[in-house]
């Protein structure tokens, strides 16, 4: 079951991720991945990380996000 907070973090998470990558990845002149592949993992990958770690890692830093963006307005 998926939660609506748990979406959130995902979406957040995965705006941080594709916002970071994508300069990144120009800096270097890497091939880039779309926001999708951020959110949901890479295409046509048997990889366990790829399938559901991604998801993981967004809610992560979807939450320290979250979280860093509360306490800065806080101290405003």
């Given at each position: 079951?998926?939660?609506?907070?748990?979406?959130?973090?995902?979406?957040?998470?995965?705006?941080?991720?594709?916002?970071?990558g994508s300069i990144w990845r120009t800096i270097?002149?890497?091939?880039?991945?779309?926001f999708v592949e951020y959110l949901r993992g890479?295409?046509?990958?048997?990889?366990?990380?790829?399938?559901?770690?991604?998801?993981?890692?967004?809610?992560?830093?979807?939450?320290?996000?979250?979280?860093?963006?509360?306490?800065?307005?806080?101290?405003?």
């Amino acid at each position: 079951m998926k939660s609506v907070l748990g979406e959130l973090f995902n979406f957040i998470g995965a705006v941080v991720r594709w916002i970071y990558g994508s300069i990144w990845r120009t800096i270097f002149q890497k091939p880039k991945f779309t926001f999708v592949e951020y959110l949901r993992g890479p295409k046509q990958s048997d990889d366990w990380f790829d399938q559901t770690g991604h998801t993981f890692v967004n809610r992560i830093i979807g939450f320290i996000t979250l979280m860093l963006l509360i306490l800065l307005s806080s101290l405003l």
